[in-house]
């Protein structure tokens, strides 16, 4: 099973921009889809963005479209989420989670992703 340690999070003012990290060892991400959720407190688990199992779509969720874009690294076996225009509504834990079983309609489904790490803060505040 693949392992995630996510990095990057951090305090920043609104409109300031951030970009967290997935890194994943054990397995490469070849072949799974890799995904990004948020979770703030009080609240349900928020799918953010994920590429597809072959790599070449993406999806995003509604309220960050447009503010935020995934890339990845290949060589580093690293997945990268930039976050834009960020706004107080951003802050949460964000999580990266893998899964070499996840189907398209399935995508933004938490509960289809076996691989997670240990999340990262994103706090957004003046």
């Known amino acids: 099973q693949v392992q995630l340690v996510e990095s990057g999070g951090g305090l920043v003012q609104p409109g300031a921009s951030l970009r967290v990290s997935c890194a994943a060892s054990?397995?490469?991400?070849?072949?799974?889809?890799v995904a990004w959720f948020r979770q703030a407190p009080g609240k349900e688990r928020e799918f953010v963005a994920a590429?597809?199992?072959?790599?070449?779509?993406?999806y995003y969720g509604d309220s960050v479209k447009g503010r935020f874009t995934l890339s990845r690294d290949s060589g580093k076996n690293t997945v990268y989420l930039q976050m834009d225009s960020l706004k107080p509504e951003d802050t949460a834990v964000y999580y990266c989670a893998a899964g070499g079983g996840v189907i398209t309609s399935s995508i933004r489904n938490h509960r289809q992703y076996p691989s997670w790490g240990q999340g990262t803060q994103v706090t957004v505040s003046s």
């Open positions: 590429y597809s199992r072959t790599g070449g779509y993406t």
């Open positions: 054990g397995r490469t991400l070849s072949g799974y889809a």
